[in-house]
Nanobody
Framework: QVQLVESGGGLVQAGGSLRLSCAAS????????TGWFRQTPGKEREFVAA????????FYADSVKGRFTISKDHAKGTLYLQMNSLKPEDTAVYYC????????????????WGQGTQVTVSS
């Protein structure tokens, strides 16, 4: 299993920006579809964004479309989530994950997860 380590979370005011990073121990995401999910207490893990295993196809939840951007740097083996125009409802623990599929919205189809990073957006 590739070890995934998220970083970049924190406290930000509404309207602000954060960039989350997800470093992979193998320094490559070539063999995996990748995604970001988030979770708040008492709720199921929610899809945020996905990046296809091949090419640059990206997919976003409607709630973040136009504000968040998923990307990856193959050379650094790092997945990113740029989050702009943050809202209080974006407050959650954010997780990066990999899937053997090309891409997926479904958390059940991801078999490798990072430990999560807390994002808190104040109003």
């Amino acid at each position: 299993q590739v070890q995934l380590v998220e970083s970049g979370g924190g406290l930000v005011q509404a309207g602000g920006s954060l960039r989350l990073s997800c470093a992979a121990s193998e320094r490559t995401f070539t063999n995996y579809g990748t995604g970001w999910f988030r979770q708040t207490p008492g709720k199921e893990r929610e899809f945020v964004a996905a990046l296809a295993r091949f090419g640059d196809n990206t997919f976003y939840a409607d709630s973040v479309k136009g504000r968040f951007t998923i990307s990856k740097d193959h050379a650094k083996g790092t997945l990113y989530l740029q989050m702009n125009s943050l809202k209080p409802e974006d407050t959650a623990v954010y997780y990066c994950a990999t899937t053997p599929l090309v891409a997926s919205y479904n958390a059940q189809e991801y078999n490798n997860w990072g430990q999560g990073t807390q994002v808190t957006v104040s109003s």
